[in-house]
C-alpha cells in the first residue's frame, strides 16, 4: 500500500481507447478550480462497481462522460459520471454517481497534468441522495503502516465528515453546478 497520485487526464487509463477530451479553469461563487471533462468513444470493457450494500452501477462504459472538478481549495476531487440515457430521444446524460476522493489538496496546473494525491478515503452520492463512504478501512490500514500520520489521518476523517454534512443539504446545487459544466465542456470537445 503506497500513496498514490491521480491526474485530471487520466491519460495511464488504458481501458479507454478511443476520447475526447475537453478543459476549463471554472471561476464561480460556488466552485473555484480546474474541470476536465472525458467522453468515452471506445473502451475495451465497461467497468462495474458494486457497494457493500448491494448496490452495483456501472461507472464507465461507451458514450459516458466523466466530468472532474478540482478545487483551488478544499482536500477533494469530484468525478461525476454520466451515462447515456437512450430512453430519452434527444440522448440526454444522467447522473451515475457523484465520486469524492478524499485528498490532499489539489496541484492545478492549468491542464490535464493537475494532480491530487489519494488520501484513500471516498465518498460517494448516489442521484437519490444516498451517500456511501468508502475505503475506510484502507486509511486505517495506512495509518497502521505509517503511510500517513495521524493528522493526516484525522484531516482525511474529517474532511469527509464536513463532506457529507455539506452533501446532505445542498444536492440539488451540486446537480446544476455539475450539469452547467458538463454543457460548457460539452461544446469544446
Given at each position: 500500500m503506497k500513496l498514490s497520485v491521480k491526474t485530471l487526464g487520466r491519460a495511464d487509463w488504458t481501458r479507454i481507447t478511443r476520447r475526447k477530451d475537453a478543459f476549463a479553469r471554472i471561476d464561480r461563487p460556488e466552485f473555484s478550480g480546474e474541470a476536465y471533462l472525458i467522453r468515452?468513444?471506445?473502451?475495451?470493457?465497461?467497468?462495474?462497481?458494486?457497494?457493500?450494500?448491494?448496490?452495483?452501477?456501472t461507472i464507465v462504459d461507451k458514450g459516458y462522460h466523466w466530468l472532474q472538478l478540482a478545487p483551488e481549495t478544499g482536500r477533494w476531487w469530484l468525478t461525476v459520471m454520466f451515462a447515456p440515457d437512450l430512453s430519452v430521444a434527444s440522448h440526454n446524460l444522467s447522473v451515475v454517481q457523484y465520486y469524492f476522493d478524499i485528498t490532499g489538496g489539489s496541484t492545478l496546473l492549468g491542464a490535464a497534468d493537475?494532480?491530487?494525491?489519494?488520501?484513500?478515503?471516498?465518498?460517494?452520492?448516489?442521484?437519490?441522495?444516498?451517500?456511501?463512504?468508502?475505503?475506510?478501512?484502507?486509511?486505517?490500514?495506512?495509518?497502521?503502516?505509517?503511510i500517513i500520520d495521524r493528522t493526516t489521518y484525522d484531516i482525511a476523517k474529517g474532511d469527509a465528515a464536513a463532506l457529507i454534512a455539506d452533501l446532505e443539504g445542498n444536492a440539488l446545487a451540486l446537480e446544476k453546478l455539475c450539469r452547467e459544466i458538463l454543457m460548457e465542456l460539452i461544446e469544446k470537445l
Open positions: 468515452v468513444d471506445e473502451l475495451t470493457a465497461p467497468l462495474r462497481k458494486t457497494y457493500d450494500d448491494g448496490s452495483s452501477v493537475s494532480f491530487f494525491t489519494d488520501l484513500f478515503l471516498d465518498v460517494v452520492m448516489m442521484p437519490d441522495g444516498r451517500i456511501i463512504v468508502l475505503d475506510e478501512d484502507e486509511l486505517e490500514q495506512a495509518l497502521e503502516e505509517h
